[in-house]
């Protein structure tokens, strides 16, 4: 089988790794890839938002499945594309993604179907988002959130009202995150130990996999600006057969 893997980052790394240890892959293509990739398959000089160049390839080489690693190209329809094609792809469709791609959505998504999540409120312009922070609704900490993709670093948790303006005003009037800074959420600071909880669905069923935790601050100690991910391990220590349980029945079931 001839897979190919979108995308440039660690976690491609880590997808190609392990793709390419299963007796099906006789050949892995990462696009673009990186340094590491080009130990463990073959690197493709396509950005990994380029939907027709990527679907043209897989056409062009017979690809038998594509798995997307980033979020972009998934928030740009690159399952919509390829299945359109007829081309195998293991990814959510773009109007699925919005759920990552948008906060604002995902929490409005939460809402709605008394998912529980933090109370928010939504801001698309200074004054607003300056008005809600001046209400005390929320008190401080406080977080707030650019409504799109910002690579992990576009939630900032912020101990004063001042941080908080100056914050929210970077996001939205000094558009330090672009588009996706067009609109905040600025939600309540919730305490406690952070669990990552991933299934793989298909509309209709569920399948989880191991929990993980990953290390958000730049810095030891929980100290700097979130990132990323500055590592990971996995299981957490912290998934306990009751809370599984919990997530499955108030978390993954409504959201499907």
């Not at 892959?25 to 938002?49: F, I, Q, S």
């Not at 690693?69 to 109007?95: C, H, N, Q, W, Y």
């Not at 300056?130 to 008190?139: M, P, Q, R, T």
Request: glycine share 12%; net charge neutral; aromatic share 6%.
């Amino acid at each position: 089988m001839k897979i190919l893997i979108v995308g440039s980052g660690g976690r491609e790394h880590a997808l190609a790794w392990k793709i390419a240890q299963s007796p099906h892959a006789d050949k892995v293509y990462c696009a673009p890839g990186n340094g590491g990739t080009r130990l463990v398959a073959e690197n493709v000089p396509l950005a990994e938002t380029d939907i027709a160049g990527l679907a043209d390839f897989a056409a062009r080489e017979n690809i038998e499945l594509t798995v997307v690693g980033p979020e972009v190209p998934l928030t740009m329809g690159i399952a919509d594309e390829f299945e359109k094609r007829g081309l195998r792809i293991f990814g959510p469709s773009k109007k699925a993604a919005e759920i990552e791609g948008s906060k604002v959505f995902a929490k409005q998504f939460m809402d709605r179907h008394r998912i529980p999540t933090g109370r928010f409120k939504v801001a698309d312009g200074f004054d607003q988002a300056k008005k809600i922070l001046a209400s005390g609704e929320f008190g401080f900490p406080v977080v707030i959130k650019a409504d799109g993709l910002a690579a992990g670093k576009g939630a900032v948790v912020c101990l004063s009202q001042k941080k908080a303006e100056d914050t929210a005003g970077e996001m939205l009037v000094q558009k330090k995150f672009g588009p996706a800074g067009r609109r905040i959420v600025i939600e309540e600071f919730l305490r406690g130990r952070e669990v990552s909880f991933i299934v793989i669905s298909d509309g209709m069923r569920v399948q989880p996999l191991v929990s993980a935790m990953d290390h958000k601050t730049a810095y030891d100690g929980d100290k700097g600006p979130n990132t990323g991910g500055m590592g990971a391990i996995s299981p957490s220590p912290f998934m306990t057969e009751k809370l599984f349980n919990e997530v499955m029945n108030t978390v993954i079931t409504p959201a499907v």
